[in-house]
């Protein structure tokens, strides 16, 4: 993993938080296309799931002695996905807990 595809994935994560961020008003969310949330959160998943898979083999490739696979490039793959993947746990616990809230609201 290069230090490019970490400010790109950097850089990712900011443009999606800051579309979390920004609340565009009535007369403006008619005219733009809403993001999907369901299909972003999916996207996620696979991203996350990608990156650990990515990690996994390039550990078993440098396990293995393959030449072209560098221990610090695998050590920072590993870490993305440890990093990746705890950020989309506490995405989930933050679902589960604001369902929780939406469930126990009296109407």
Do not use: C, W
């Amino acid at each position: 993993m290069s230090n490019l595809e970490i400010n790109q994935l950097l850089h990712q994560m900011r443009n999606m938080a800051s579309m979390a961020e920004t609340k565009t008003p009535m007369a403006e969310a008619t005219d733009v296309a809403k993001p999907d949330f369901a299909q972003l959160l999916k996207d996620s998943v696979n991203k996350v799931n990608e990156t650990q898979q990515t990690s996994a083999s390039m550990a078993t490739a440098f396990e293995l002695g393959d030449p072209n696979v560098n221990l610090s490039e695998v050590m920072v793959a590993i870490q993305k996905a440890n990093v990746s993947f705890q950020a989309m746990t506490q995405v989930r616990n933050n679902l589960v807990s604001a369902y929780k809230e939406v469930m126990n609201m009296q109407v």
